[in-house]
């Protein structure tokens, strides 16, 4: 099943190039009061949405895909959780560029962990990524984003996968520069989900998946998944070694080679087999 959230914060189900105005299934989520859930609670109640979608889908309205606005699939994550220099070929480029290391020490994954974004990075292909800093190298990061599904501490490697509700395409946007990873990333709209959220039930093997972004038609980054140096089972347990994941919570599980900068009246075309595709354009 493949879930998007459009327009005015409606709910659709993809179907083709058409989506289904589902937005009445989100009845079965429960009351909820001050203080609210740290959580997206959605994706808590998944299954009872995905029940009440394939009920309200048979007489929802249809709109094509092309005239409707993509906001991100989640649309409260407690946290954004970022892999870095998760595939070699990336690893060897950041070390080897100057205008991507700015003199910091690359080291591996294994060594430097992962960090986090802030959620108010969070935007949807339709919202456009907005330059904050003109005067310094912005770049474009295609990865594949998993989202979990359920609270998950300490998981084992057998269990990792089970926790994840579902799969996005994601982009983290990032301004070169001396200061820490986590705050040249969480700039405004520098973290980009979409097109809707695949299922974890409709993705066969998410360690094999293709990945492709273009920028203004070129193509930039294209790589498979098996390529990631901690596959996305490890990258959960390495992650639920130091805090609790909750539903909604997203993993992004790294960039491969081909990172470039963009710049404002540029369009970004990403593709990840299974998923989608999304366009995105550079303000």
């Keep these: 099943m493949q879930i998007c959230r459009f327009n005015d914060n409606r709910l659709g189900l993809v179907d083709g190039d058409k989506v289904k105005d589902v937005t009445s299934a989100l009845d079965v989520l429960p009351a909820q009061h001050y203080p609210l859930p740290t959580h997206d609670l959605m994706i808590a109640n998944l299954p009872h949405v995905r029940e009440a979608i394939t009920t309200v889908a048979k007489g929802a309205k249809?709109?094509?895909?092309?005239?409707?606005?993509?906001?991100?699939?989640?649309?409260?994550?407690?946290?954004?959780?970022?892999?870095?220099?998760?595939?070699?070929?990336?690893?060897?480029?950041a070390r080897a560029d100057p205008q991507i290391h700015h003199q910091n020490q690359i080291a591996e994954i294994q060594r430097v962990g992962l960090f986090l974004k802030a959620t108010s990075s969070l935007v949807g292909p339709s919202e456009s990524v907005t330059i904050r800093h003109p005067d310094r190298r912005t770049d474009h990061e295609i990865e594949l984003a998993a989202i979990i599904g359920?609270?998950?501490?300490?998981?084992?490697?057998?269990?990792?996968?089970?926790?994840?509700?579902?799969?996005?395409?994601?982009?983290d946007i990032t301004v070169r520069g001396p200061e820490e990873r986590s705050l040249r990333k969480s700039i405004d709209s520098y973290t980009v989900l979409g097109p809707w959220l695949t299922t974890a039930d409709s993705?066969?093997?998410?360690?094999?998946?293709?990945?492709?972004?273009?920028?203004?038609?070129?193509?930039?980054?294209?790589?498979?998944?098996?390529?990631?140096?901690?596959?996305?089972?490890?990258?959960?347990?390495?992650?639920?070694?130091?805090?609790?994941?909750?539903?909604?919570?997203?993993l992004l599980t790294g960039t491969p080679e081909g990172v470039g900068p963009i710049k404002p009246g540029e369009v970004m075309d990403a593709t990840i087999s299974g998923l989608g595709s999304m366009r995105v354009e550079v303000r």
């Design 62 to 93: 249809s709109y094509a895909l092309s005239d409707v606005r993509l906001l991100s699939p989640i649309a409260n994550p407690g946290k954004i959780i970022a892999a870095p220099v998760n595939y070699k070929k990336h690893l060897d480029e």
């Design 150 to 171: 359920t609270r998950a501490d300490r998981v084992t490697r057998e269990q990792a996968l089970a926790d994840v509700a579902g799969y996005c395409i994601g982009f």
């Design 203 to 250: 993705v066969a093997d998410p360690s094999s998946l293709d990945l492709r972004l273009t920028v203004g038609g070129e193509v930039r980054q294209q790589a498979n998944t098996r390529d990631l140096i901690i596959g996305i089972a490890d990258l959960i347990v390495f992650a639920t070694s130091f805090y609790t994941l909750m539903p909604g919570d997203v």
